[in-house]
C-alpha cells in the first residue's frame, strides 16, 4: 500500500516508457517502490506513477496491477501520460483525448473533457503496430485502448483521463524521436500535466467525500442491528454528520452506544447541538 492520502483524492499515472516517467518523477519527488517486477512503481503525495511498458495489454495490466497495490479503490483518477503520432500537428503539441478508438476492434470510449479551456482535444487511434502512415486526423499511439478500457471499469468516466505530447508526424517521423526528445517534450508540459493533475485530484477527493456515509453506513450496519426504517434514518444523520462535523470520526464519538435506537439518539442530540452552535456564531 502506498502512502498516499485517501482523504485529499489520489491520481494514478500510466506512462508506456522510463524516459516518458523519469520527468514527472523528478518534478513531483516521487520515490520508487521496491518489488514490483516487471513494473515500476514510484509514489509521492496524491500519486502513484507506474511504467507499463509498449502497447495495449501492457497498459491494462498496468492498470489492473495499480488498482490492486492501491488498495481497490474506486474513487481514484487515472491519467495516460505519453507520446503520439499525428499526422500534422506540430512536435511538441498536447491534446486531451475526448475519444479513443481501438483499430483492431473498432471499440470506442469518450473521455468526458474536463480542462477544454487550457488545453484542446483530439481523437486518438489505438494501433498494435507501430504506424508509419500517418494517415487520417486522429492522434496515434499503442497504449491508449489498453488503459481506458481497463481504468474505466474502475473509476467513473471523468477520472480517466489521457495525454497525448506529439512527438513525430509526417515531416518528422518516429525513427527521429530519441530517448532524449522524449524526456523533453514531457518536461515541457510538466505545468499542465500539473494542473490536469490537480483537476483529477479534486474530482478524487469529491468521490471521497460522497462515499464517505456510504462507507460509514456500512461500518454502523455491522456493529448494530438497524430496521428498514431506522437505516433510512441512519443514512440521513449521516449526511448531516459529514455536513456539519466533516472530517471528525463518528463511529469513535458513539461507540459506547449498545443499541441502535440508542445510537440514532446519541447522533441527533450531537448534531442538533452542533447546528445550533453553528447558527449562533
Given at each position: ?27 513531483f ?25 509498449v502497447?495495449k495489454?501492457?497498459a ?55 480542462l477544454?479551456?487550457e ?36 473509476a ?21 524521436v530519441?530517448?532524449?526528445t ?17 483537476v483529477?485530484?479534486d ?6 467525500r ?5 462507507l ?22 449521516l449526511r ?6 466533516p ?19 446519541a ?15
Amino acid at each position: 500500500m502506498s502512502s498516499t492520502h485517501l482523504n485529499s483524492g489520489t491520481v494514478n499515472l500510466v506512462v508506456a516508457l522510463a524516459d516518458e516517467a523519469q520527468p514527472l518523477v523528478d518534478h513531483f519527488s516521487l520515490t520508487l517502490e521496491a518489488n514490483h517486477e516487471p513494473f515500476r512503481v514510484y509514489t509521492g503525495d496524491g500519486v502513484r506513477l507506474i511504467v507499463a511498458g509498449v502497447g495495449k495489454l501492457a497498459a491494462a495490466a498496468a492498470v489492473g496491477y495499480l488498482y490492486r497495490w492501491g488498495g481497490n479503490r474506486r474513487d481514484e483518477a487515472w491519467l495516460n501520460v505519453g507520446i503520439a503520432g499525428h499526422a500534422q500537428l506540430p512536435l511538441g503539441t498536447i491534446r486531451l483525448a475526448h475519444k479513443v478508438t481501438d483499430e483492431s476492434s473498432a471499440k470506442r470510449w469518450y473521455p468526458p473533457r474536463i480542462l477544454s479551456a487550457e488545453c484542446p482535444s483530439c481523437d486518438i487511434r489505438c494501433v498494435d503496430r507501430p504506424d508509419n502512415e500517418y494517415l487520417g486526423k486522429a492522434m496515434v499511439d499503442m497504449e491508449s485502448a489498453g488503459f481506458v478500457a481497463a481504468a474505466s471499469r474502475l473509476a467513473t468516466s471523468e477520472l480517466v483521463q489521457l495525454a497525448k505530447i506529439i512527438s513525430d508526424n509526417r515531416e518528422a517521423p518516429a525513427a527521429r524521436v530519441t530517448r532524449q526528445t522524449i524526456r523533453g517534450l514531457v518536461h515541457d508540459h510538466v505545468d499542465l500535466t500539473k494542473h490536469l493533475m490537480t483537476v483529477l485530484r479534486d474530482l478524487s477527493a469529491e468521490q471521497i467525500r460522497r462515499a464517505a456515509p456510504t462507507l460509514e453506513f456500512n461500518r454502523f450496519r455491522k456493529r448494530w442491528h438497524f430496521t428498514a426504517t431506522q437505516s433510512s434514518q441512519l443514512r440521513e444523520l449521516l449526511r448531516r454528520w459529514e455536513a456539519l462535523r466533516p472530517g471528525e470520526p463518528v463511529m469513535d464519538t458513539i461507540s459506547c452506544q449498545t443499541t441502535s435506537r440508542s445510537v440514532l439518539r446519541a447522533l441527533r442530540q450531537i448534531l442538533d447541538e452542533t447546528a445550533v452552535r453553528i447558527g449562533h456564531e
